[in-house]
């Protein structure tokens, strides 16, 4: 029996030198941490459970060069919360993906989804094992996409890219529910070797899949960190805003930040002037519990602001227009990042509170090109169909369509109501006076003066006070009661729990 276990700990203990000890080294000197270091960085001390530790290539010739076949997976605890992890080691193989890598990978992904645990992933790697793959018996088998890559949303899906990463680690970020990026790091389909050598276009990684290209272009990924510290702290700090699974609700956190408090500060930071920009930031952070909040997607698609936060300790989504950025109307990018974090929150039970100033959608031929009536409507229908609790507020302009896909009345909302700030019509005075009233400003014997009168008289038409005397909005409330009245209405919308229908889990992870 000793010698039996004397050789099981000697097979253990090669196995956690993955790739060797010069292999490790080189890593390191690359200015990069392990896999072993990023989860020891990850999950609480000692939690750390692992499966496959002594599984290996099962390519002829490679099995003592194939610790872990170049994946480490296992049960944790993070924060005291359990979760799955699985972490790429790219000093076997470079950390590509064969059978066995494969076959760990699913397992961890399958316990994942059985017991409801969210999925942590620490990627980095150049995707499938050319060897492992060729021809049509190995590569059929490798085919899981349906099962590793269709998750639904029913557990969060966290994923830190820390590496160059091609191919399946690629496929995972984009399917999660958050990705991070660490700058320096490139995340593409293929490298620019493969693509040199498929297309003949020559690229740097940087200019193919580096973190400018995802935060201005793409949306892929969530935000962006200068060091592997700071990437697993942002995974650390956006699971804690997740329920475990779908079926449970968001963790609650205790505040001393009285729910019922004025906001007596947001008189000064929005200007009654509607032609004036100001930080929306600012007014969410008076609203939110301990002024702190989670922003996603901080650089894509900036006239729009997605973020996590809590009241009252319970933890809220926030769709919110960005005045600093185009004034705040929404182009492309900002519909795909609202029907992202839409699908987001309805599918983990995240209420949502929608903070309008809008004057509309940016409109051109640019735009169209870019199919902005179907970017439209994808926001629209993601509202229509999402069963969580929300509730809209009105600061300043809602203009046009856009006062629809901002949840304006009839679209779903639990209360709709307004600062006296508010403006609410089909289009904003200027142009509305300039299409309906242009020919009789023309024939005007005083142009100015008339235009004068008729924007008075299209502000005043625009007032809220004009629907809610209809009870078309809920009420027009004080703004410096806005906390208390979101902590007040959050109390009986989710008086039942914020738990909705789910009916987009199912929805693409991109559009």
Request: glycine share 8%; proline share 5%; hydrophobic share 40%.
């Amino acid at each position: 029996m000793k010698q039996l276990i004397e050789d099981l700990q000697n097979r253990k203990e090669r196995a956690m030198l993955g790739g060797g000890e010069e292999r490790i080294a080189r890593h390191r000197e690359s200015g990069f941490l392990t896999a072993r270091e990023r989860i020891d960085m990850l999950v609480d001390a000692d939690s750390f459970i692992e499966f496959g530790s002594l599984a290996q290539s099962d390519q002829p010739g490679c099995e003592e060069k194939s610790a872990g076949d170049g994946l480490i997976t296992g049960l944790a605890k993070v924060d005291g919360r359990q979760v799955a992890v699985q972490a790429a080691d790219k000093t076997v193989f470079a950390g590509t993906e064969g059978m066995v890598y494969f076959r760990k990978t699913r397992a961890i992904h399958d316990f994942a989804l059985k017991r409801g645990l969210p999925l942590l992933n620490l990627k980095e790697g150049g995707g499938l094992r050319i060897p492992d793959g060729m021809g049509a018996d190995q590569f059929s088998q490798m085919l899981f996409w349906d099962e590793l890559l269709t998750h639904n949303r029913q557990v969060p899906m966290i994923t830190a890219v820390l590496g160059d990463s091609y191919g399946g680690p690629t496929w995972v970020a984009v399917t999660s529910d958050f990705v991070t990026q660490l700058k320096g790091t490139t995340m593409a389909v293929a490298g620019p070797r493969i693509l040199e050598i498929a297309t003949g276009e020559k690229i740097s990684s940087e200019t193919l899949g580096g973190w400018e290209i995802h935060a201005k272009y793409t949306g892929q990924v969530d935000s962006f960190t200068e060091s592997e510290e700071a990437s697993i702290g942002e995974m650390k700090k956006f699971l804690s805003y997740m329920p475990s699974n779908a079926n449970e609700e968001p963790p609650v956190k205790e505040t001393m930040d009285d729910p019922y408090r004025t906001v007596d500060n947001v008189v000064d930071i929005v200007p009654a002037n509607k032609k004036r920009a100001y930080d929306m930031k600012k007014v969410i952070k008076e609203l939110v519990d301990d002024g702190e909040y989670f922003e996603l997607k901080s650089l894509f698609g900036r006239a729009l602001l997605t973020v996590l936060a809590r009241i009252n300790g319970r933890v809220i989504g926030i769709i919110a227009n960005q005045p600093m950025m185009f004034a705040g109307s929404a182009g492309a990018n900002e519909c795909e990042k609202a029907t992202d974090f839409i699908c987001l929150c309805d599918s983990y039970n995240i209420p949502i509170i929608f903070l309008h100033d809008i004057p509309g959608f940016r409109v051109s031929s640019d735009a169209e090109k870019l199919k902005m009536p179907t970017k439209i409507m994808m926001w629209n229908q993601a509202l229509a169909q999402s069963t969580v609790p929300k509730i809209s507020i009105i600061i300043r302009k809602s203009i046009g369509a856009a006062y629809a896909n901002m949840c304006g009345p009839t679209m779903g909302a639990d209360f709709v109501v307004a600062w006296p700030t508010a403006e609410i019509n089909f289009t904003g005075p200027e142009v509305g006076v300039n299409v309906v009233f242009g020919q009789q400003l023309k024939d005007s014997e005083n142009p100015a003066e008339e235009r004068k009168k008729l924007l008075e008289s299209w502000g005043s038409d625009s007032s809220p006070y004009a629907a809610v005397e209809k009870h078309l909005i809920d009420d027009i409330i004080d703004p410096r009661d806005t906390r208390k009245f979101l902590s007040q209405t959050l109390e009986y919308s989710c008086a039942r729990g914020s738990k909705g229908e789910h009916r987009l889990a199912n929805w693409p992870t991109g559009f």
